[in-house]
C-alpha cells in the first residue's frame, strides 16, 4: 500500500532554512515558559509530598474543599480540578508537612467533617520523601539525556560519524520541543512523563535510521549526483512509509488522549506531541545535519 506515487518528488530540501528557523523558534518559546514558570512542573515523583485523589458523588466547588482542608490546621495545601465532571480533585500537601506526620488521614478527616463519608472516596494517596523526589529528578535527567546520546552513537557506528550527530541534534530537539509542550500547558512532570519522553526518542530514532539508511544506499547509487539531490529523493522515497508507520501511531496516541482518561492526560499529550515533532525533526533536522556537514568538509 503506497499513499505516495513512486516518482514523487517534494522539494523538502528548498524548506530546510524555513524550517531550521521554525525549530529554533518552537524551542525557544519551550524555554521561555520553562523560565517563566520557574522550570518545569514537578510532580510528587520528583519533590516530594502527599497527593491525595478524591472523587465526590456529586460536583463540588474547590472554596469548599479548601473550608475543610482549613479545619485540619494543614498549611500549603493545593486543590487541583482533576476530570472534567467537577466532582474529581487532587490534593496536594508540601513535603514540611509529610516530613512530620501522615497527614493523609487528617485530610479524609477534614472531608468528612464537612461532606460526610458517603459523599466522596479517596482513589489513590501517594507520598514521596523529598530525598527520594530529588533522587529520582536526577536520575531521570539522566535517563532521557543518555539515552538520546547512546542512540546518536549507535547511529554513528552503525552508519556514519555525520549520521549520528544528526541524530543526536534530533533527539535532543523532540525532547526540548516536547518538554516545552508540557511546559506551556503547565502540565505535570512526573514518572510517566518521563516515561513518554524514553518512547518519544525510541520512536523518533526509529524514523531518523530509515532516513538515514536511505541516504546512504543512494549515495552509492547516485555518485554523480550532489548531495541535496540525494538527501531529497531519499526522503520522497520513504514519505510513504513514514506517513502509514507514524500516522497510525499518532491516531491511536489521539484516542488514548481524548478517551484514556485523566490519569494518562499528560503521557498520552507528550507522546503525541513527540511522535509528530519525530516525524518532522527526522526529515528537517537530522536530514540539513549531514547536508551542513557535508558542506564544511567541503570549504575544509
Not at 515523583?45 to 458523588?57: A, C, E, L, R
Not at 546520546?149 to 516536547?178: K, Q, W
Not at 491516531?251 to 499528560?266: A, D, K, P, R
Amino acid at each position: 500500500m503506497e499513499l505516495i506515487k513512486p516518482n514523487t518528488n517534494f522539494d523538502f530540501v528548498y524548506y530546510l532554512k524555513p524550517a531550521i528557523a521554525f525549530s529554533l523558534a518552537l524551542i525557544l518559546i519551550g524555554l521561555v515558559s520553562l523560565w517563566y514558570r520557574g522550570g518545569p512542573n514537578y510532580g510528587v515523583d520528583f519533590v516530594g509530598g502527599t497527593v491525595v485523589h478524591v472523587k465526590f458523588t456529586q460536583p463540588t466547588a474547590i472554596a469548599d474543599i479548601r473550608q475543610a482542608l482549613a479545619t485540619t490546621n494543614i498549611a500549603g495545601g493545593t486543590v487541583q480540578d482533576f476530570g472534567q465532571g467537577g466532582n474529581e480533585f487532587l490534593i496536594r500537601l508540601p513535603v514540611a508537612e509529610t516530613e512530620t506526620e501522615d497527614v493523609a488521614p487528617k485530610v479524609q478527616q477534614g472531608l468528612v467533617s464537612k461532606f460526610g463519608e458517603q459523599a466522596f472516596e479517596v482513589r489513590r494517596i501517594e507520598t514521596v520523601g523529598p530525598k527520594v523526589g530529588k533522587d529520582l529528578q536526577r536520575k531521570a535527567i539522566l535517563a532521557v539525556a543518555f539515552s538520546a546520546l547512546v542512540m546518536g552513537v549507535y547511529v554513528a557506528v552503525r552508519f556514519e560519524p555525520r549520521f549520528g550527530i544528526g541524530a543526536a541534534v534530533a533527539l535532543f530537539h523532540d525532547v526540548l520541543i516536547t518538554a516545552g509542550a508540557l511546559s506551556l500547558m503547565n502540565m505535570e512532570f512526573d514518572l510517566t512523563i518521563i516515561a513518554a519522553l524514553l518512547t518519544v526518542t525510541g520512536f523518533s530514532v526509529n524514523d531518523t535510521v530509515i532516513v538515514c539508511d536511505r541516504i546512504r544506499e543512494n549515495m552509492r547509487k547516485m555518485r554523480r549526483e550532489g548531495l541535496l539531490n540525494i538527501i531529497n529523493k531519499s526522503i520522497n522515497e520513504t514519505l510513504s512509509r513514514t506517513i502509514i508507520t507514524n500516522g497510525t501511531a499518532i491516531l491511536v496516541v489521539v484516542v488514548l488522549y481524548f478517551l484514556g482518561g485523566e490519569v494518562i492526560h499528560g503521557f498520552a499529550f507528550a507522546l503525541l506531541v513527540g511522535f509528530i515533532v519525530g516525524t518532522y525533526s527526522s526529515i528537517y533536522v537530522a536530514s540539513p545535519i549531514v547536508l551542513l556537514w557535508e558542506k564544511s568538509g567541503q570549504r575544509a
